[in-house]
């Protein structure tokens, strides 16, 4: 059965402290993996797409790199700002997107 | 930018009410969508279309019935409102295939 699952759950950072959040994914072909930011009562804001392993994306202080079986969010030097859920994606060969359940990043000043 | 614009971001109806939650997409794409998202249950896929007058259920379809008259605009229909459909709804399109969806900023429904 396809499926996405993201670790930690939520992560609690000082200000200034790298870290990275997990996507790993079993599907039966990947043809996308995409990567959301969601601020509280908003919806999903779209990030990145990376379509093969190998692949890596930046975008300020954010960096997501791409295996066959996981991705990585990579945060550099985090601000309160970037504080947000961040959610990963995979499109499916099947033609099926399949969310994860999220990871709620806290980012303390 | 893509921007997909929901009619309303609060709403209070009553059980058994018919409900009609409105989305509108201005980049000519092909594919919407919509989902619900309760917590600790993530984003579940209510009904998507792939076309004009064309729609497919997705994982949770009962209770909810979708129409799709121009091609950016989606409608969300609940025939007869419950509790358990209190909510937050967003919507979403794609240009389709492996492209990301973007997202409304949702239309939090509560039943009462």
Partial sequence: EDQVTQSPEALRLQEGESSSLNCSYTVSGLRGLFWYRQDPGKGPEFLFTLYSAGEEKEKERLKATLTKKESFLHITAPKPEDSATYLCAVYSSASKIIFGSGTRLSIRP | ?112
């Fill in chain 2, 1 to 112: 930018d893509v921007k997909v614009t929901q009619s309303s971001r609060y709403l209070v109806k009553r059980t058994g009410e018919k409900v009609f939650l409105e989305c509108v997409q201005d980049m000519d794409h092909e594919n919407m969508f919509w989902y619900r998202q309760d917590p600790g249950l993530g984003l579940r896929l209510i009904y998507f279309s792939y076309d004009v007058k064309m729609k497919e259920k997705g994982d949770i379809p009962e209770g909810y019935s979708v129409s799709r008259e121009k091609k950016e605009r989606f409608s969300l229909i609940l025939e007869s409102a419950s509790t358990n459909q209190t909510s937050m709804y967003l919507c979403a399109s794609s240009l389709g295939g492996a492209q990301p969806q973007h997202f409304g900023d949702g239309t939090r429904l509560s039943i009462l």
